[in-house]
């Protein structure tokens, strides 16, 4: 399949199959975060998988943010989870000094390991969903993930329970998004 194909194909998934994901392919797609570019090479990152079910249920219980609100109402059924949590990022001298910021470019960075292990996934027959709000302090009290590392987001990673037609991409269209040599 060629690479576009796979970007056409590829659509975040809400219904899991009740089939654990082995921790070879978890692995599998934390191995393409790993090695995805990142800002002065600084790979700002570190990937907390959960599989087991007692980890599972704290982590459904993370995905609910104060106030009740969830980006994940089918959160118990997802057979597993990655969180992408942000590093110090070590960056270049000149990059502290212009921007007075260490995590200039983390954010964008997680972005990038995301979008790898999510082909990945794709790749290996599994599908995903990137959950963007989760409770940063349940985050910390239930995983150990110590203050200042903040989940900027999940993974939700399972086999696909939907229809096999890909959705038609719901996106701005080209025209709107993209110009040339000038804005
Ligand atoms: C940063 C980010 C946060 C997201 N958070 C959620 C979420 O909380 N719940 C959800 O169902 N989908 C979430 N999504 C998935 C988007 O809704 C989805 O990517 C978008 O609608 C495009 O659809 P597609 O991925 O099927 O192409 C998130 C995506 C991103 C990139």
């Not at 082995?22 to 907390?48: D, H, I, Y």
């Not at 993974?155 to 701005?172: F, N, Q, T």
Request: hydrophobic share 40%; charged share 25%.
């Amino acid at each position: 399949m060629s690479f576009m194909d796979m970007v056409y194909q590829r659509e975040s998934c809400r219904s899991y199959q009740d089939k654990p994901v082995s921790r070879e392919l978890l692995t599998k797609m934390v191995e393409a975060g790993r090695l995805a570019p990142s800002g002065c090479n600084a790979q700002p990152w570190k990937f907390l998988v959960i599989d087991e079910p007692e980890a599972k249920k704290k982590m459904c219980e993370a995905l609910v943010v104060e106030g009740g609100a969830t980006g994940c109402p089918w959160r118990d059924s997802v057979p597993a989870f990655i969180a992408l949590v942000e590093q110090h990022a070590n960056v270049m001298p000149a990059v502290l000094d212009y921007y007075g910021d260490s995590q200039r470019f983390a954010q964008g960075d997680i972005g990038m390991a995301a979008m790898n292990m999510m082909y990945e996934a794709d790749d290996l027959g599994l599908a995903t969903c990137v959950l963007g709000m989760s409770d940063q302090s349940k985050m910390e009290e239930f995983f150990g993930i110590p203050e200042g590392h903040t989940v900027r987001m999940v993974l939700a990673v399972g086999y696909s329970a939907e229809s096999k037609e890909p959705r038609k991409k719901v996106r701005k269209p080209l025209e709107e998004v993209c110009s040339f040599n000038q804005w």
